[in-house]
């Protein structure tokens, strides 16, 4: 996001991709048990498949952050201008 100058792209260590790393595992791990899930627990939820509608849609927004990061990557400038590491 920085304009102009010289930089390198923050990749794995931007914000976006942990969270879309973190969201991604746990709606993984939803659908996996709302594929599992014995028809007593869907009762138990008026027929809906929490665990699986959830999952999709954490998995939804873990490939839209990995988008967003991908198409507006962080620059982070290659030196860093006064400051404390100068003295």
């Known amino acids: 996001m920085a304009s102009g100058g010289s930089g390198h792209s923050a990749g794995a260590f931007?914000?976006?991709?942990?969270?879309?790393?973190?969201?991604?595992?746990?709606?993984?791990?939803?659908?996996?048990?709302g594929f599992i899930q014995p028809q007593a627990e869907i009762d138990k939820s008026a027929g809906l498949n929490i665990n699986l509608w959830a999952g999709l849609g954490?998995?939804?927004?873990?490939?839209?952050?990995v988008l967003w990061a991908r198409l507006r990557p962080i620059t982070v400038p290659d030196d860093v201008e006064g400051g404390a590491a100068a003295e």
Request: hydrophobic share 80%; aromatic share 14%.
């Open 58 to 65: 954490m998995v939804v927004f873990a490939a839209v952050f």
């Open 14 to 33: 931007d914000i976006r991709t942990v969270i879309a790393l973190l969201f991604g595992i746990y709606g993984v791990v939803l659908v996996v048990l």
